[in-house]
């Protein structure tokens, strides 16, 4: 019989006979990721601050994305400032080409929009200084990547982010790996203001590394993002307004009520278990694999999130 | 005025300073990937053997498939043989797992399915001999990528296809880059037979290579795959039957008639023009980038497709 949940299996994360921690025993086939999450410590988890926790409603579910406003903390606050005013309520997702991105943003302030009906941006500001990179900060926790990058000369985790480093400059940035939300923006690097947002949806387009503002990263309902239908016109923007997928709403976390708030957590990208994980992605024996990979590439590691069993008080 | 469009032009390919060939003026900005093509000379297409390309019809258009049997010839031997007994017909996509892969099969063969069910494979093969690797063949093009990879130590361009090398054990193999398509297969590594295939739709899972066979690209049609909704059961298999959907026909475009034969074509990855397009995509200066990225990685980069003047001939 031809049993192809065995090729699927490939797709779960298993352990390493290199794994640092309690994973030596040679013997034994790799461990999936949901037996290495499985024995992880509840203080391995961290709740996202709600004030960093955005909301995103639509039509098909939620949408919860996690800002960085250690590496673009400009860009946070214009967002949340955004966010507070509900400027996000009613505006929609106008784009989405395939192996790129999917956006979303106010449709007027589009090409072929009407420039009549832009809405006001209220309080938030209008342009930001660029925030593409930020000057390394040693204070950050930094979870190193082995295997070296095509595109930077270090890459790991911070603080639950993929991250790209160059000591000579002596700059770190979030990178655009699958699920990372970034800023639109015109010509001028100071243009965007995160009115427009985007998520990636195909293979890392790093290129846009240090050239763009990225925000944060898409939490859960990724699949809302990526599994929609790729717009037909110019870069794949949705070439009929009745095709854009209406947002509903987006709030912060923080200022819903309690019993609306997501309970969720993360997997510190600074725990024994997330040194595991890389390791499992990196070498990975069972009965499936003939060959382990031995290495593993920025992006090809995604940071387990989970519900909570409560969903985390607001700091006053 | 916010325009976004500005954003977006970021997604086309534009060319280098440092170029080897046309492209030397330092003081235009570099062409974009339109541009280049343009440009292009006609003997640089070439238009893939109609007993290599598929034709699978969906309900929501088509996807054409390109076979590389120069790297996986038992497997395409055994996928044409399944197609002229239409073996594909009826049978459906039955899983979109998301950031992995969209899987296309017998039901019936898949966990939960009805064995008693399961489709004949008729004269075609139930077990072959994997073709996870093949020994590096100097007779084939071969155009290398300059900035390594992090799996492989080289990377570059064969006959459209992706491919990685190791010139140590003097194996070559397809990559698992987005649009790339491989054979699912039970723990044995015998045990495809191509009646199950998948198509990368994510972050390309390079920890696949070297343990499924590879046999093709996904040439038009990647949407039809990726925008999907992911499956809500296990490893991204539709949960419920009426959630799969129905592949109409699969068909060698060498079997179709002259009328009904897809007219493609696909940029030749030893041309002047491709080996140009590579460094639009390594260091790219306009009047949105602020810095060139510098590098690029093997699955960043995707061969270029047009319809074609006029169907190939079928040779005798």
Redesign the interface.
């Known amino acids: 019989?031809?049993?192809?949940?065995?090729?699927?299996?490939?797709?779960?994360l298993s352990a390493s006979l290199l794994a640092l921690s309690a994973l030596a025993d040679q013997g034994k086939p790799t461990p999936t990721t949901q037996e290495l999450l499985a024995k992880s410590s509840a203080a391995e988890w961290r709740q996202p601050d709600p004030n960093n926790l955005l909301v995103m409603q639509l039509a098909s579910g939620r949408v919860l994305i996690e800002l960085a406003p250690d590496f673009t903390p400009l860009h946070a606050a214009n967002i949340r400032t955004l966010i507070k005013q509900h400027y996000f309520d009613g505006l929609s997702i106008v784009?989405?080409?395939?192996?790129?991105?999917t956006?979303w943003?106010d449709p007027a302030?589009?090409?072929g929009g009407d420039?009549k009906k832009?809405r006001s941006l209220g309080h938030a500001k209008n342009t930001l200084p660029?925030e593409?990179t930020r000057p390394i900060d040693p204070k950050l926790p930094w979870t190193a990547l082995p295997?070296?990058?095509?595109?930077a000369p270090e890459v790991g985790f911070s603080e639950g982010f993929p991250v790209a480093r160059d000591p000579a400059s002596g700059q770190e940035w979030l990178t655009h790996?699958?699920?990372m939300v970034g800023v639109?923006?015109?010509?001028g690097?100071e243009?965007g203001?995160g009115?427009?947002l985007?998520a990636v949806i195909?293979?890392?387009?790093?290129?846009?590394?240090?050239?763009?503002a990225v925000i944060g990263r898409v939490l859960e309902g990724?699949?809302l993002l990526?599994?929609?239908?790729?717009g037909a016109g110019?870069?794949g923007?949705y070439a009929k307004p009745e095709q854009r997928i209406t947002i509903q709403s987006v709030r912060l976390a923080g200022d819903l009520p309690p019993a609306q708030r997501p309970s969720v957590e993360v997997l510190r990208t600074d725990s024994a278990t997330f040194a595991d994980l890389i390791e499992t992605?990196r070498n990975?024996r069972d009965?499936?694999?003939?060959?382990?990979?031995?290495?593993?590439?920025l992006?090809?590691v995604?940071v387990p999130e989970r519900a909570a069993k409560t969903a985390v008080p607001v700091k006053p």
């Open positions: 019989m031809f049993r192809r949940h065995h090729f699927v299996a490939a797709t779960a784009r989405v080409q395939d192996n790129f991105v956006q943003d302030g589009d090409d420039p832009i660029p593409f295997d070296g990058d095509v595109y790996c699958y699920g639109g923006r015109d010509n690097p243009t203001n009115s427009a985007y195909g293979q890392a387009p790093r290129r846009l590394d240090r050239n763009l990724m699949p990526s599994g929609l239908p790729r110019p870069m923007f992605k990975r009965a499936f694999y003939a060959v382990p990979a031995g290495k593993v590439d992006c090809g995604d």
